[in-house]
């Protein structure tokens, strides 16, 4: 059995050990965002919209179970949640240190992308072949899926621990200035044009983002009872004084809950006053008294001399209280399906 002549040794020990087991969990964490990708692709989805959907909802769930999950049920066998939380090597120490190693490692290392840097300043000169050349140059792919995920993996770690150990929002706070300024200088310098998507991986995160909430409410309560009971298993879990901002942040949460539910069941979404509720373009006049002309998209024309005129391009105003736009502009701010054969303009 392992034994220690004095106490900082087996410190060194637990941390070093800690260490280790964050850079393997951090490795963890890449192997299941590989595994991923390749499950979303299997799928076969039928966009790009719909891959990078599959793959922030997977990616997102795998992550926060573990990374957030997983570290907790293992800190809590046998004794449950104990002092031993805090000590070198513990829960604590191990998810701090991936919240650190995800600033440095993912955040700093898009900033300055080894990979890029090395394809095009070490590669690319040696090469004979333009065409060689042009792939070496070609910028990354951007993942839009991983992006949202990897925020969702920070935020979780956050809202769940933080109670228990607040430093951590100061971690997550300095975490997402360093990722914002980072993936801004990431697409400006180096990522290729970002995939067509809709607002259902926002709708998603958003979602997912309100049940990490709910767990904090929990956990505040849980880390409240530890602060004023230590780890005794006999006491209380909340008091008459602590049972009010409770309830008061559990009443909160519900009321964001409705009000986002309800804003959406309003239509106050593009979707929503974009929608053309299924009426075909012939029915128009019959069913809602209006004049629409046809028109041909500019976007979609290919040639200067096939251009529509001004007359062939415009919309009616419609009998309705919604705002009219010129076809014109409605095409030219619809942007071409890249990666799909769809709308490639001239």
């Known amino acids: 059995m392992l034994g220690f002549a004095n106490t900082d040794r087996a410190v060194q020990f637990s941390t070093g050990m800690g260490a280790a087991s964050t850079v393997v969990h951090f490795a963890a964490n890449l192997v299941i965002k590989a595994l991923i990708k390749k499950m979303a692709a299997m799928a076969r989805p039928p966009s790009r919209t719909f891959y990078e959907r599959s793959l922030f909802t997977l990616l997102s769930i795998a992550w926060c179970i ?151 409410i929990f956990v505040t309560a849980l880390g409240e009872r530890l602060a004023r009971t230590g780890d005794d298993p006999s006491a209380d879990f909340l008091t008459a004084d602590e049972i009010a901002p409770f309830l008061s942040s559990l009443g909160l949460w519900i009321v964001a809950l409705v009000l986002r539910k309800t804003v959406a069941s309003a239509g106050w979404s593009a979707a929503a006053v974009l929608d053309t509720q299924g009426i075909r373009y012939s029915d128009l006049p019959q069913l809602k008294g209006c004049t629409v002309e046809r028109y041909a998209c500019p976007g979609r024309v290919a040639g200067p001399g096939n251009m529509p005129s001004e007359s062939e391009t415009r919309i009616y105003e419609t009998e309705g209280d919604g705002p009219s736009e010129s076809a014109a502009q409605i095409c030219a701010d619809a942007e071409p399906v890249w990666g799909l054969g769809l709308g490639s303009t001239a």
């Open 66 to 216: 573990n990374t957030v999950a997983l570290p907790f049920v293992v800190g809590i066998i046998p004794f449950g949640l104990t002092q031993a939380f805090y000590e070198a090597g513990g829960v604590i120490q191990h998810v701090c240190l991936l919240a650190v190693i995800g600033v440095f490692a993912t955040e700093l290392g898009r900033v300055f992308p080894i990979g890029p840097l090395f394809q095009r300043y070490v590669l690319a000169p040696s090469v004979r072949s333009q065409r060689l050349a042009d792939l070496l140059w070609h910028p990354p792919r951007m993942w839009l899926g991983i992006r949202y995920a990897e925020l969702v993996k920070a935020m979780a770690i956050s809202l769940f621990y933080a109670p228990l150990y607040p430093p951590l929002y100061v971690i997550t706070a300095a975490h997402m200035i360093v990722a914002g300024i980072g993936f801004r200088h990431n697409i400006s310098f180096w990522l290729e044009r970002p995939p067509h998507v809709d607002q259902h991986i926002m709708t998603r995160l958003l979602m997912l983002l309100q049940i990490l909430l709910l767990l904090h």
